[in-house]
């Protein structure tokens, strides 16, 4: 990067607080999805006038920034595929305010999930949407993802809680929308446009979130069945009786398999299973175990545990928490990757999108797990291959756009909570066709010189098998 840029931002952040270091671009150019490409320079602000003037400098002289938070996201957001700035929010991490009487609280982006958790949990209560990497994942990110994770059925995802926010534009500026209300009708919702962003809009440096009251008790049950169809109208069922679950796993045989050879046998040994969490009131609680053990033996469960024990539920979450690592277990030399990862389709269809992603994998001779939360439909499918194998990852690039092709022919959408970035993008475009002209207007008009996370989502073009973090050479 030119030396007189590099200048300019070391008046801004000082030494400390930027690097060029190759081993530290290098460290950047990923974050956990199948991509990887270096920045020029990181930079880590601490206040939203560092970012303002960051931004400034960056848009004069038209440098790509990408915002980046844990770098958990599995879809490549975060990959700085243009190169340019990796804009670190880690240092922007301070719990500004909490006010429990208006239900909110004010965190700087670089908030870790569990840390706001633990702090409002004091006074009783939460910010429920749950991502899977909760221990690192920071609140900037979860909003330009919409994340969300297991209990969204429930209690919403990312976009449910956001009151307002604070956030830079390309040029600088430095905007404040939304309220500390939990009403709102005040003309367009430019907190709303910046949840699922993805950094591509404006760079997000502080959230008004919206809190909800914590269950006073939890209960899960476990149901064992002879095929995930089987699984899939248990959750159907459960739903339409109606019962909605706080939250509900969904587990097919490949991933049960792959978890009990990682964990030695934390699961039961049967074709599909869901995990069924229900809480609120004990009273509530109880009655409606009873009636989730009650629906999964009428679609035909073969084994149904209920319990209360926290013991037990935290071994069945670790368990569910763990495919994505524990599949590659099932085959030495191969790795678990994101490809097709993250569907979500009507939750009356998961019995047919859970077939039909089996025979799909079927077809193209590649391994699927396929789990998720299934009470709002979402589903994932790591997909087994040899990193090394060009063929492999060919063939997977085949399974995954029949598998959106399919979702999207159920109704469904290519994304439920881990974004768009890179690896959705072809056939985010193609399920998202009507409303791309007005994608890109938007875009244009807040980001008028295209540097905040280029490349991305209605910008990718062609294949994804390019710019992967792993040394098959044809697509590195």
Not at 39 to 57: A, F, G, L, N, W
Not at 164 to 177: M, R
Not at 411 to 424: A, C, D, Q, R, Y
Request: proline share 5%; hydrophobic share 40%; net charge negative.
């Amino acid at each position: 990067m030119d030396k007189g840029i590099v200048e300019k931002i070391e008046r801004i952040v000082g030494k400390e607080g930027y690097s060029t270091d190759i081993a530290d671009r290098y460290a950047y150019g990923f974050d956990a999805s199948i991509f990887h490409n270096s920045p020029d320079i990181v930079i880590q602000p601490r206040t939203t006038e560092q970012v303002s003037e960051i931004m400034k400098i960056a848009d004069a002289g038209k440098i790509p920034v990408v915002p980046r938070g844990a770098g958990t996201g599995l879809c490549g957001s975060a990959v700085p595929i243009k190169g340019g700035i990796v804009l670190d929010m880690s240092r922007m991490d301070k719990i500004k305010e909490i006010s429990v009487g208006d239900m909110w609280c004010i965190v700087e982006a670089g908030c870790v999930y569990n840390d706001v958790n633990a702090a409002i949990g004091k006074y009783g209560f939460q910010f429920p949407p749950s991502p899977g990497s909760a221990e690192a994942a920071q609140i900037g990110g979860m909003v330009a993802l919409n994340a969300s994770g297991m209990k969204a059925v429930k209690y919403g995802a990312t976009r449910d809680f956001v009151l307002g926010l604070t956030f830079v534009k390309a040029n600088g500026d430095i905007v404040h929308s939304g309220t500390k209300t939990i009403k709102d009708s005040s003309g367009y919702q430019l907190a709303r446009l910046l949840v699922g962003s993805e950094g591509t809009l404006g760079v997000i440096t502080e959230v008004i979130l919206k809190m909800t009251t914590k269950p006073k008790a939890a209960a899960s049950v476990l149901a064992a069945f002879d095929s995930p169809e089987d699984a899939g109208r248990c959750v159907s069922a459960l739903i339409a009786k109606p019962l909605i679950p706080a939250a509900c796993e969904l587990m097919d045989r490949v991933s049960i398999e792959a978890v009990n050879t990682a964990l030695k046998n934390p699961l039961p040994d049967c074709q599909a299973l869901c995990i069924i969490e229900v809480d609120g009131e004990p009273e509530i609680v109880d009655k409606e175990l009873k009636v989730v053990e009650e629906v999964a033996k009428s679609v035909g469960a073969t084994q149904v545990t209920a319990t209360h024990d926290k013991a037990l539920i935290a071994k069945w979450s670790n368990a569910r928490s763990s495919v994505m690592v524990a599949l590659s277990s099932l085959k030495p030399g191969y790795s678990s990757v994101s490809l097709a990862d993250d569907m979500v389709v009507p939750v009356s269809k998961i019995p047919d999108a859970v077939t039909a992603y089996q025979s799909i994998a079927k077809k193209y001779d590649v391994v699927i797990a396929t789990y998720g939360h299934a009470a709002d439909g979402n589903l994932h499918t790591k997909m087994l291959l040899d990193p090394l194998s060009a063929d492999d990852w060919k063939r997977g690039e085949k399974a995954v756009s029949e598998i959106f092709d399919v979702t999207v022919a159920l109704g469904g959408s290519v994304t439920g909570e881990h974004g768009v970035g890179i690896s959705k993008a072809p056939d985010f475009q193609k399920e998202r066709r009507t409303e791309l002209e007005t994608i890109k207007a938007i875009k244009k008009a807040m980001d008028p010189n295209n540097i905040l996370n280029p490349g991305k989502l209605e910008q990718w073009e062609g294949s994804i098998l390019r710019n992967l973090r792993y040394p098959c050479k044809e697509f590195m």
